[in-house]
T-cell receptor, first 116, second 112 residues
């Protein structure tokens, strides 16, 4: 089944304790992205990756790191989490597309993170 | 900076009534436009998209949207609401470049 998986789905941690949220897709998509969803703010893009070893900042990259060593995986790293990073996080992927078409993003189920 | 505005964070309609969810964007060039739906405790699912060509786009579950360049709008409609349409709806744009921008979402309630 074509899908984007995220782990863990729920995480409660404390300020300053490094954590990684994994994201994996089995669709051979070039483009992968991380978003955070907050009430009243919608989804905001944190980082995205156009392909292996190619990453770029979205609108809210502060406090986050990413890496893209393999095409299928795109982990999100919080080196020193703070309470303002409490949020619902989504990973997404898509075929890169070109020309007149651009393929839609497929979203993972989300990771609910609470930082105390 | 790009922006996407969804008018009305909460919309209520009666079952069988017209659904209209509004989306306006700011972009100097026509972007790619998307509508996504999010059911409780789930990820986002694509409803429809506009890239180029016909400005009236049909999507899944009877939804459609019309791209109006002069109004910089991409409103989502459905002629007759069903109880199963109750969800959060997000408009998204991809201007030139590789970033996506989402609106703040509209929560749709369908009243029996």
């Amino acid at each position: 089944e074509a899908q984007v998986t995220q782990n863990p789905r729920y995480l409660i941690t404390v300020t300053g304790k490094k954590l990684t949220v994994t994201c994996s897709q089995n669709m051979n998509h070039e483009y992968m992205s991380w978003y955070r969803q907050d009430p009243g703010l919608g989804l905001r893009q944190i980082y995205y990756s156009m392909n292996v070893e190619v990453t770029d900042k979205g609108d809210v990259p502060e406090g986050y790191k990413v890496s893209r060593k393999e095409k299928r995986n795109f982990p999100l790293i919080l080196e020193s989490p703070s309470p303002n990073q409490t949020s619902l996080y989504f990973c997404a992927s898509s075929l890169r597309g070109s020309g007149v078409t651009y393929n839609e993003q497929f979203f993972g189920p989300g990771t609910r993170l609470t930082v105390l | 900076a790009q922006s996407v505005t969804q008018l009305g964070s909460h919309v209520s309609v009666s079952e069988g009534a017209l659904v209209l969810l509004r989306c306006n964007y700011s972009s100097s060039v026509p972007p790619y436009l998307f509508w996504y739906v999010q059911y409780p405790n789930q990820g986002l699912q694509l409803l429809l998209k506009y890239t180029t060509g016909a400005t009236l786009v049909k999507g899944i579950n009877g939804f459609e949207a019309e791209f109006k360049k002069s109004e910089t709008s991409f409103h989502l409609t459905k002629p007759s609401a069903h109880m199963s349409d109750a969800a959060e709806y997000f408009c998204a744009v991809r201007p030139t470049g590789n970033q996506f921008y989402f609106g703040t979402g509209t929560s749709l309630t369908v009243i029996p």
